[in-house]
Structure formats: C-alpha cells, structure tokens
C-alpha cells in the first residue's frame, strides 16, 4: 500500500488548509485511516483518525477546529483544518490499516504511511 499526501503549505494563524492523502496499490479492504504530526524536536502525534465506519478519534488539542473525513470509494482521507495556530506548525503524516494482495497473492495486513505533508502556520 502506498500513500500520497498533499495539500500543506504556509498560512496565517486563523488561516485553513486541507490536507489530502490518497492510497494506491492492490488493496483489498482500507479498515482505518489517520493523520498523525510531528513538529521538530518532537515525537509523533496523532491528530485524527477515522474507521471505514466512519468513527473518529480527534486529539483533544485540535478538537473544534480540525475535522477528519474518509471516501472509502476513493480510498482517500481528507484533514480540514480550521483556526490553525503556530503550534500547529509540523509535518503531517496520513496512516492506512489495509488489507492487501502480495505479488504472490498472499494476503497481507499492513499499516502504511504517507511522505509528510509541511504545515508552517505563521503568527
């Protein structure tokens, strides 16, 4: 399973942005996605993560202002992110717990991340 994030940049505090990640390969099922961050001198955190139920878990420090939200069709995970502070300045991360297809036709239970996204909030 591979993941394609995209959709950060530098923005104003107060200020939006939406974050995007898409997962490609031979995949049969997607059972959870989720955007973790790190900021520099940090360790990863996670943000939000959503169940192909539609359940989501939102961290307490950004509950209100950031909303997860999940195209199972699409197999793609979307981070809106509203009221963004400096202290939300890191590199985020999307996660997938799927179920795949090996080359040998093997099924194959992983948990994939994306490349990091750069969000850079500026006061």
Known sequence: VQLQASGGGLV???GSLRLSCVA?????????????????????E????????????VADAVKGRF?????????????QMD????????????N???LSFDSSQNYVA?????QGTLVTVSS
């Open 110 to 114: 992983e948990r994939a991340w994306g």
């Open 24 to 44: 490609s390969g031979r995949i049969i099922r997607i059972d959870d996605m989720g955007w973790y961050r790190q900021a520099p001198g940090k360790g990863r």
């Open 96 to 98: 997938a717990n799927a």
């Open 12 to 14: 104003l505090a107060g």
């Open 46 to 57: 996670l943000v939000a993560d959503i169940t192909s139920a539609g359940i989501t878990n």
């Open 83 to 94: 009221s963004l502070k400096p202290e939300d300045s890191a590199s985020y991360y999307c």
């Open 67 to 79: 909303t997860i939200s999940m195209d199972s069709a699409k197999k793609s995970v979307y981070l």
